[in-house]
């Protein structure tokens, strides 16, 4: 079965014909001015009973412009269009300069991060001169050489005094008589083994004989 033809529409701006060649916009600018037209004639018969033909032209002029706007085409333009681009060119200039835009300009500036030396920052102290410098040491000496010989005089007195107290006066040396060395073991008290041995005799011995075989022999002071 072939396929129908379709109609594609065209020319869709153009505007309907109402009478003939004439649409309806046109027929109502025509139907304005010519009644606008008409009244001022009725008016001006009735107020002057003869109307001249000057005036009559004047009368029927807004009738004429009205339908030289609906009717008048030239090179398909209107006479509502001729005068609106009329209008155009004398507010805007007729030679027109076309140039590329120059567009935004935009400047990169690039700086390197540098770090703030706190040592740098501050304030540098003032120079002194020899002579202050060599009077700050002297200063300095003074007030570490007395506090050096107290530290050094007291060791001196504490081995000063136990010195004194463990020598003895040279009268008091004479008056001391030397005492004979004892041995460490009461030869008494030493037996050579028997053939046949002993009963086992305990002799009662005072707590101070016990001790004397233990502890050195001591100095003994006259009375």
Do not use: H
Request: glycine content about 4%; some cysteine; proline content about 12%.
């Amino acid at each position: 079965m072939p396929i129908d033809a379709v109609k594609i529409p065209q020319n869709v701006q153009i505007e309907d014909k109402v009478i003939g060649p004439i649409s309806l916009r046109q027929l109502l600018i025509i139907g304005i001015g010519g009644g606008f037209s008409y009244m001022m004639y009725s008016l001006v018969q009735r107020s002057m009973g003869q109307v001249n033909i000057p005036l009559t032209v004047v009368l029927w002029t807004p009738a004429v412009i009205a339908a030289a706007f609906a009717l008048v085409n030239i090179n398909d333009l209107s006479l509502l269009r001729i005068c609106f681009l009329l209008m155009e060119k004398v507010v805007k200039p007729s030679t027109r300069t076309w140039a590329p835009r120059s567009g935004i300009s935009i400047t990169i500036r690039t700086s390197a991060a540098t770090k703030k030396n706190d040592a740098l920052q501050k304030p540098a102290a003032p120079e002194r001169s020899p002579e202050d410098q060599i009077a700050e040491l002297t200063r300095v000496v003074d007030r570490a050489a007395p506090a050096a010989a107290v530290t050094k005089s007291e060791p001196a007195s504490a081995m000063e005094s136990a010195t004194k107290e463990n020598t003895v006066d040279p009268a008091d040396r004479s008056e001391v008589s030397p005492i004979p060395p004892q041995p460490p073991v009461n030869p008494n008290r030493i037996q050579a083994d028997s053939p046949s041995p002993a009963p086992l005799t305990l002799s009662p011995l005072s707590d101070l004989s016990i001790f004397r075989d233990v502890l050195p022999p001591t100095a003994q002071w006259p009375s």
